[in-house]
C-alpha cells in the first residue's frame, strides 16, 4: 500500500549529537513537510519541499537540516544546534499536480528524546 | 495560505453531535478548507474537505458559510474514539506552500 513512512520511531541521542529522521512516500508525490510537535501543542513547521533538489524553511528552522536528493525521500538533520530536540517529529507529503485538491498524507511520527 | 483561528477544547457527550467551529478570514478564493485530527501520538488523519458547497463523507459533515469566512466540522454522533485534537487548515489547489497548522481544538467526548 502507499503511504509515508518514517523511521525510527523511537530515538534517544545524547547531547551535542546529531541525528537523522527517515521520511520516505511512495504517493508519488512532489512536496514533502517536517513538523514539531511538543506537548499539548500544535504543529509547527521546520522545513518543506516542493519539488526534488529545493527546500524553504519554515517557521523554526534553526538548528535543523534537510535534503531532498531524490523525490521520495526528505531526511530530516537535528544537529547539535538545537536547543531543545526533544519532540514529535512528523513527517507529511501532498501532490502538487494540477487539479489535485493537494490532501496531506501524515507519517506516524519519530519521537526524539535527548538524554 | 490563510491563518485560521479555532476555539482551544470543546467537550461533547457521547451520541450527540460535536460541532467545531473554525474562522479562516483571509481565505482566498482558490484555497479549500481541510480538517485533520490526531489521536494523541499518532499523525493527523484527514476527515474532509471542501471549497465553497458543504460536504459529507462517512465520518463528518463539513459546513462552509457563503462568505467562506468560516466553517463548522460536525461529527453526528461523537463516540469516545472521536476523542481528540481538530486542524483546520486552508490550502490552495495545486499548490505547494507553507502550510501552517494552528493548536487545533481539543475535542473530549464523555459519556
Known amino acids: ?9 523511537y530515538l534517544f541521542r545524547k547531547e551535542g549529537q546529531n541525528v537523522t529522521l527517515s521520511c520516505e512516500q511512495n504517493l508519488n508525490h512532489d512536496a514533502m513537510y517536517w513538523y514539531r510537535q ?9 522545513y518543506y519541499s516542493q519539488i526534488v533538489n529545493d527546500f524553504q524553511k519554515g517557521d523554526i528552522a534553526e538548528g535543523y537540516s534537510v535534503s531532498r536528493e531524490k523525490k521520495e525521500s526528505f531526511p530530516l ?25 493537494g490532501e496531506l498524507f501524515f507519517g506516524e511520527g519519530s519521537r526524539l528524546t535527548v538524554l | 495560505d490563510a491563518k485560521t483561528t479555532q476555539p482551544p477544547s ?11 467551529p473554525c474562522n479562516h478570514s483571509t481565505i482566498s478564493g482558490n484555497e479549500y478548507v481541510y480538517w485533520y485530527r490526531q489521536i ?8 474532509i ?24 466540522l460536525i461529527l453526528p454522533h461523537a463516540t469516545l474514539r ?14 505547494a506552500s507553507k502550510l501552517t497548522f494552528g ?8 459519556l
Do not use: W
Open chain 2, 49 to 72: 474537505h471542501g471549497l465553497k458547497n458543504n460536504e459529507t463523507n462517512e465520518m463528518a459533515s463539513l459546513i462552509i458559510t457563503e462568505d467562506r469566512k468560516s466553517s463548522t
Open chain 2, 10 to 20: 470543546m467537550d461533547c457527550a457521547e451520541g450527540r453531535a460535536a460541532n467545531l
Open chain 1, 77 to 101: 538533520t537535528v544537529t547539535s544546534a538545537q536547543k531543545n530536540p526533544t519532540a514529535f517529529y512528523l513527517c507529511a507529503s501532498t501532490r502538487t499536480a494540477r487539479l489535485n485538491t
Open chain 2, 82 to 95: 472521536d476523542t481528540a485534537v481538530y486542524y483546520c487548515i486552508v490550502m490552495g489547489a495545486g499548490t
Open chain 1, 1 to 9: 500500500d502507499g503511504g509515508i513512512t518514517q523511521s525510527p520511531k
Open chain 2, 40 to 47: 494523541h501520538s499518532q499523525g493527523p488523519q484527514y476527515i
Open chain 2, 103 to 110: 493548536t487545533g481544538t481539543r475535542l473530549q467526548v464523555t
Open chain 1, 38 to 46: 511538543d506537548p499539548g501543542q500544535g504543529l509547527r513547521l521546520i
